[in-house]
T-cell receptor, first 113, second 110 residues
Framework: KAGVTQTPRYLIKTRGQQVTLSCSPI?????VSWYQQTPGQGLQFLFE???????NKGNFPGRFSGRQFSNSRSEMNVSTLELGDSALYLC????????????FGSGTRLTVV | GEDVEQSLFLSVREGDSSVINCTYT??????LYWYKQEPGAGLQLLTY?????DMKQDQRLTVLLNKKDKHLSLRIADTQTGDSAIYFC??????????FGQGTTLQVKP
C-alpha cells in the first residue's frame, strides 16, 4: 500500500515568486492536512481538506492557500514568497479526522532565497 | 487554549529505558499521539491512546495517560541507537487539527 506522496522533495525559490506543492494521500483517505515545520515555530497547522472542502484553517496569511481534487489529491500554494516561508511542508492523510492517526508524507523542503 | 509541552532533550545509554514526557491543555482531546521524526524525514506515527485509557502497550512502547493531570508519557524499553530521533507528542483539537509539542530529541549513546 503506497504511503503519502509529496512532490517535489526539494524546492528553491526566489522572494516574490509563488510555489505549488502537491500531495497524494493514501488510497481511500479523504482527509488531507498540511503542516509547516520550522526550527523556530515547530509544527504548525495550515489547513485541512475533506472531500474537496476546506474544513479547518490555521493562522496563516492569505498568501497560503490550498485545494483538494475529486481524487483526494491536494495542492497548496504560497504566493509572494518571503524568506520566512522557508520550511518543511508536511502533508498528512487520514480516513477521517478524529478517530485515526494521520499518516504523514516525507515533506517538501522549501528554501526561499 | 490549546498547548502541548515537552522537554527538549533526553540522553540515554543503549539498552536502558527512555521516558519522554508531555503535558497538554485540551481536556476534550479524544486521542493523543506519539510521532517519531528521523533526520530528513516526515513524521511516523508510533502509537496513539484513546482518552478513556490509562495505558497502552505495543511491543517496546508503553504509553501512560494521566487525564487528571493532563500528562502523557512514552516509555521505550531496551532503547537502541536506531531509536535516536525527535519524538513529538500531539493532541487532536475539537476542530480536528493536530496540536504538536516542540519535540523531544532522544540521543542514544552506545
Amino acid at each position: 500500500k503506497a504511503g503519502v506522496t509529496q512532490t517535489p522533495r526539494y524546492l528553491i525559490k526566489t522572494r516574490g515568486q509563488q510555489v505549488t506543492l502537491s500531495c497524494s494521500p493514501i488510497s481511500g483517505h479523504r482527509s488531507v492536512s498540511w503542516y509547516q515545520q520550522t526550527p523556530g515555530q515547530g509544527l504548525q497547522f495550515l489547513f485541512e481538506y475533506f472531500s474537496e472542502t476546506q474544513r479547518n484553517k490555521g493562522n496563516f496569511p492569505g498568501r497560503f492557500s490550498g485545494r483538494q481534487f475529486s481524487n483526494s489529491r491536494s495542492e497548496m500554494n504560497v504566493s509572494t514568497l518571503e524568506l520566512g516561508d522557508s520550511a518543511l511542508y508536511l502533508c498528512a492523510s487520514s480516513l477521517s479526522t478524529v478517530n485515526y492517526g494521520y499518516t504523514f508524507g516525507s515533506g517538501t523542503r522549501l528554501t526561499v532565497v | 487554549g490549546e498547548d502541548v509541552e515537552q522537554s527538549l532533550f533526553l540522553s540515554v545509554r543503549e539498552g536502558d529505558s527512555s521516558v519522554i514526557n508531555c503535558t497538554y491543555t485540551d481536556s476534550s482531546s479524544t486521542y493523543l499521539y506519539w510521532y517519531k521524526q528521523e533526520p530528513g524525514a516526515g513524521l511516523q506515527l508510533l502509537t496513539y491512546i484513546f482518552s478513556n485509557m490509562d495505558m497502552k502497550q505495543d511491543q517496546r512502547l508503553t504509553v501512560l495517560l494521566n487525564k487528571k493531570d493532563k500528562h502523557l508519557s512514552l516509555r521505550i524499553a531496551d532503547t537502541q541507537t536506531g531509536d535516536s530521533a525527535i519524538y513529538f507528542c500531539a493532541e487532536i483539537s475539537n476542530t480536528g487539527k493536530l496540536i504538536f509539542g516542540q519535540g523531544t530529541t532522544l540521543q542514544v549513546k552506545p
